[in-house]
């Protein structure tokens, strides 16, 4: 999870956030910018990429709405890039939900729902469940209507949804491509949402106006502020493919233990988090076990599935990977690990069934394991039996190592003293007849750990996951992601 921020690719210097240092206290923030200034680098660069990398985590906007009315391409246009699918064909996996967007220097995720479609099953039902999901695990929603159609019955079924959840809504009144059109969206106010936001996602037209109304409507951070009640129950997702035990396990984790079902209205589903006691705490599991099965929603089982793991992630502090391991690890265990990976969670891999495994499959699951989730060895395992209960107390010191390894925090002087041997003992290869050096760093914020380092010239991938290694050789960071960003000094200053 590496970014690479190109030198004068800092947002505005914000007033506001003049003193969020992210995980720096003053005297330690102080003695940094001092030490960037000798290296000769722009203070309100180097304020403005601690403050980047300092963030907790980002609050989270829907777009939901009924098919064609442009939500895949409005997505596009508040992330600045063609990355959602624009031309969606029943059974098409998508791997992604969710995107990081910004404007007007803030930052958010996205969740698209612009997904998949089922006529079978009824348009009113797959719109309807699609914004379930998303509802869920935002913040705000911007509900997109087609201007040009205008409010159709299942326009007006979402209304219902979104009345009911509470969350904020933005109306954006899409297709609108000139002032002929800005009539026809007038005619949304009869939804009672407020006003409608005109808008061409196409051309761009508009979308400023309603970006800036977003954020009015956004919270700075996330509804689920973690850790902030002293002694609160963490959030764990237990997430994994369809039919891989999930419900099984909670069941088996929450025994005759449970200590209360805590109903969360708000949804037509009703999510239920379980608060459970276990090694001597109460957690509180996320629901993720509840994705209906419909015998003719097969190929959009997948897509129901990433909607529902994002939603069920975006809530959690730390995300238990279910794996079924009787089966070869598939493409979606790994795109399951990798939504968890991105959103910066802590990550536990529980592989179940582990019981019925002879011999030969344990050989051959290890191999798996070394090639299909090496990127993620960093995880705690735990070798599990939802059916028989086995080795469920191995879950709790995976889940407490992990969040450990998510909210650790290494100060800024042991991490330069660790940057200045390990550049000593192993620097970047010469590039182009130039060496570019990592010159300091800090880190910036914590859950996940987010790193600032400050460089001569281009570090390459490569190098940047070899830190990453030697970083957690060093400090430990077990379960965590870790995120790396590099900011390249533009030209050398004169030492003071």
């Known amino acids: 999870m590496n970014d690479h921020i190109e030198p004068g690719g800092s947002d505005a210097h914000d007033a506001a956030h003049e003193h969020d240092h992210g995980a720096l206290g ?12 000798e290296e000769g680098f722009d203070l309100e660069d180097v304020e403005g990429a601690i403050e980047a990398a300092g963030h907790g985590p980002l609050p989270v906007l829907a777009v939901v709405g009924r098919p064609n009315v442009g939500k ?3 997505v596009n246009r508040i992330i600045g890039r063609r990355e959602a699918v624009v031309e969606d ?5 998508r791997d992604r939900v969710t995107y990081e967007a910004e404007w007007a220097g803030r930052r958010f995720k996205v969740v698209d729902t612009g997904g998949w479609e089922q ?10 469940a699609q914004a379930e999901y998303a509802i869920e695990a935002a913040d705000a929603v911007v509900f997109v209507v087609d201007a040009k159609v205008g409010a159709t019955d299942t ?3 979402v209304v219902r949804l979104l009345r009911k959840a509470g969350k904020p809504v933005v109306l954006c009144a899409n297709k609108v491509d000139g002032p002929s059109g800005e009539a026809d969206a007038a005619y949304l106010w009869s939804l009672g949402l407020g006003e409608p936001y005109p808008v061409s996602a196409l051309h761009g037209r508009g979308t400023g106006d309603m970006l800036d109304q977003v954020l009015e409507v956004l919270p700075e951070a996330p509804a689920q502020t973690f850790g902030t009640a002293v002694g609160g129950p963490r959030r764990v997702a237990l997430i994994g493919r369809p039919n891989v035990g999930k419900s099984s396990l909670l069941n088996k984790v929450a025994g005759e233990e449970r200590v209360v079902v805590n109903e969360l209205a708000g949804t037509t589903r009703d999510p239920v988090d379980e608060m459970i006691e276990l090694g001597g705490k109460t957690w509180k599991f996320v629901d993720t076990a509840g994705i209906r099965k419909r015998v003719h929603l097969q190929q959009g089982a997948d897509y129901y599935a990433s909607l529902r793991t994002a939603a069920a992630v975006e809530k959690a502090e730390v995300a238990v990977v279910l794996i079924d391991a009787a089966d070869s690890i598939s493409v979606q265990d790994q795109r399951i690990v990798t939504m968890a990976v991105e959103a910066g969670r802590a990550l ?3 592989y179940n069934k582990w019981d019925t495994l002879d011999e030969e499959r344990r050989y051959y699951l290890e191999r798996e394991i070394e090639t299909e989730l090496g990127q993620v060895a960093w995880a705690p395992r735990v070798n599990v039996s939802a059916r028989t209960g086995r080795h469920m107390e191995k879950l709790v010191p995976a889940i407490e190592t992990a969040l450990a390894g998510w909210e650790t925090r290494v100060p800024t002087g042991r991490l330069n ?14 590039r182009g007849g130039k060496q570019p050096r990592i010159l300091f760093g800090t880190q910036a914020g914590t859950r996940p ?3 600032v380092l400050f460089a001569s010239g281009f570090i390459e991938a490569g190098y940047r996951r070899f830190i990453e290694r030697r970083l957690r050789e060093e400090f430990g960071f077990e379960g965590t992601p870790i995120h790396i960003s590099v900011r390249v000094r533009e030209k050398r200053g004169r030492k003071k």
């Open 26 to 37: 003053d005297a330690e923030f102080a003695e940094f910018m001092e030490l960037a200034a």
């Open 72 to 74: 895949s391409t409005l």
């Open 89 to 93: 064909k029943p059974g098409v996996t």
């Open 119 to 128: 006529d079978v099953l009824g348009i009113d039902a797959s719109v309807a």
């Open 155 to 157: 326009d007006e079924a």
């Open 348 to 350: 536990v891999l529980a």
């Open 417 to 430: 003293a660790f940057l200045g041997e390990l550049v000593a003992a192993h620097p970047h290869p010469v």
């Open 449 to 451: 750990p987010r790193f």
